[in-house]
């Protein structure tokens, strides 16, 4: 099996540039599946059918998508799959500013705009009522001539994105190699005991020890905290954990459960199936299979 590659975009976004924007119609997604070091927000029309993977999620999309990554290391891709549109429009906006320190958006206004590019790293993708809401200002950028009258309505883009309700993360905290955050200093540090302890049992009783909480108690702040059951939460890292390995080693799917806590391979793979829609075997054959040398 050979080794798994990403092409590594070169963008033509230059150091001095705000925005690239690349408006196209086609019949067909032919690009394979890179990274970059610049952020991207890309847009997708009359595609249902194509199938998206931004790092390991792995989804059939719609007739719109919308997602933002903002990590240099998350590897993405549009795949034509079972999309027969002859029709297709893609709008790719790619930028530089945002989250680098002592930037603009530090500033109070834009700490909504900051949060949802923080978030971006993992891939975000948003729900259509968002879609419909920027869709105007989407369809109108590649026609804007004046720079400045660009950005000005990149920013009332991102603006609506970030108060958009129903946005989700595509990629792992885990695969994604992205930092947890959270205000509560309670549940940092029992996300912090997760990642460091994934491969072994994890008890609820110690848990709540950490957070210095009953049980019951602390099963709900959890969920209210992060919006998951604590079972999901570990679940979801240690597949994200999983999927690194089978792309990224020769591991045996047996050993692979096992450094991920999994100790009965059965569990594993029906656990996996459920959360990822495919075996381990097929996900790391089909995954591997769209990559190419450079």
Known sequence: MSE????????????????YIADR???????????HDVYELNFVENAA??????????????????????SPELEHVWE??????????????QFQFGLQEDDFFEKNPFAPIRRMLQAA????CFPLPTIIKAYEKLDK???????????????????????SEGARTLATSSYAKVQVEDDSRRILKVKDYIIKNYPYELKLQTLADIASMSQSAFSRFFKLHTGRTLSDYIIDIRLGYATRMLLDTNDTIADISFKCGYNNLSNFNRTFRRKKGCTPREFRENFRKIRIIV
Do not use: W
């Open 25 to 35: 119609r086609k019949k067909e997604f032919e690009y394979p599946i890179h990274n």
């Open 49 to 70: 059918g194509v199938r998206r993977i931004v790092g390991d999620s792995v989804e059939i999309i719609g007739d719109y998508d919308l997602v933002l990554i903002t």
């Open 141 to 163: 950028m590649s026609s804007i001539k004046d720079g400045f009258d660009a950005v000005m309505q990149f920013i009332e883009i991102l603006n609506i994105l970030a108060h």
């Open 4 to 19: 798994r590659q990403i092409v590594h975009e070169i963008t033509p976004l230059l150091g001095k540039d705000a925005l």
């Open 80 to 93: 034509q799959h079972n999309c027969t549109s002859p029709e297709i429009r893609e709008i790719t906006i």
């Open 121 to 124: 790293r993992k891939g975000l």
